[in-house]
């Protein structure tokens, strides 16, 4: 059997072949804002690293919400997805705060992403930027999973993270006007898959800031369960929940601010769950 017989269904060949190490890089997308897609990522990276993986996680938002939800103001950085983006002579490893927490290493972002679109304009590469350097995992820098956070735009760097993943995690707010947003992603998705990047898949969606008491949180269940038909609609949902709210000001994951919350429970039967359909 071939080395790429081995690489189950969505992943690419990154990582060395000679120990068998393959990195899944998964973008956690939607352009509405404030849906949850830094709670997500930062939740579910940090319940990966406890289960065990080795992972990265790379913020791509110039807000850098999910690195100052890890990273106290202690921690000094020096350089930031920014660079890696604009300036080729940084590598991944330039970038990363390594040892963030127990099998999981940071690549953290700062405000100066927000010029990128810019500075790239006239840049042939533009979309490839992110891509190009996370090549480097296959020189030495071994993680099962990195998981990107991207900002509230359709925008270059949603793009240059849609062109370096494997899969598409869509976190949709369990509010009217849901789908709307999840429309034009999935438009924007189609796009990357057809020009850029034909092996990008969506590994599903997942519902949040659910609010159990409402009826209107259990229609947009259905109408997103029934109309979601590009991949699954995971079944846990993440609740709205006030320990999750109040974790990033302590830079902390909610497993290390209150792990007895209904918010821990869900990321970690929602881990469970997505680790069932990447590892499946
Ligand atoms: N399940 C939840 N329960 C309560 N508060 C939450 C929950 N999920 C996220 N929040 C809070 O809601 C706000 C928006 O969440 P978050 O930052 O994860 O969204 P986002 O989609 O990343 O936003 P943006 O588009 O601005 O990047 C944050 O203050 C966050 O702490
Ligand atoms: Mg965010």
Do not use: W
């Not at 099962?144 to 370096?164: Q, R």
């Not at 590009?230 to 994951?253: C, M, Q």
């Amino acid at each position: 059997m071939t080395t790429l017989e081995k690489v189950p269904r969505g992943r690419e060949p990154y990582g060395t072949a000679t120990t068998g190490t393959f990195t899944r890089i998964i973008a956690v997308a939607n352009q509405k804002g404030g849906v949850g897609k830094t709670d997500l990522t930062v939740n579910l990276s940090c319940q990966l690293a406890a289960a065990g993986k080795r992972v990265l996680l790379v913020d791509m938002d110039p807000q850098a919400n999910a690195t100052s939800y890890l990273v106290g103001p202690e921690t000094q950085i020096d350089k930031t997805t920014a660079d890696l983006l604009l300036d080729d002579e940084v590598s991944l490893a330039d970038v990363l705060i390594k040892g963030c927490r127990e099998n999981l290493d940071v690549a953290p972002a700062s405000g100066d992403l927000s010029a990128c679109q810019i500075r790239l304009a006239n840049d042939i590469n533009m979309q490839f930027k992110l891509k190009k350097k996370l090549k480097e995992l296959k020189e030495g820098l071994e993680y099962d999973y990195v998981v990107i956070d991207t900002p509230p735009s359709l925008g270059l760097l949603t793009v240059n993270t849609l062109t370096a993943a494997n899969q598409v995690l869509i976190p949709v707010q369990t509010q009217y006007f849901a789908m709307e947003g999840v429309v034009q992603l999935l438009d924007t998705i189609r796009k990357v898959k057809e020009d850029i990047n034909p092996g990008l898949e969506i590994l599903g969606a997942v519902l949040t800031l659910y609010d159990r008491r409402t009826l209107l949180a259990r229609e947009v269940e259905a109408k997103v369960r029934n109309g979601f038909t590009d991949g699954p609609v995971f079944s846990t949902v993440i609740p709205v929940n006030i320990r999750l709210a109040e974790a990033p000001s302590y830079h902390k994951s909610i497993f290390e601010y209150d792990a007895d919350c209904n918010g821990a429970k869900a990321y970690e039967k929602l881990t469970e769950e997505i680790l069932g359909c990447l590892e499946a």
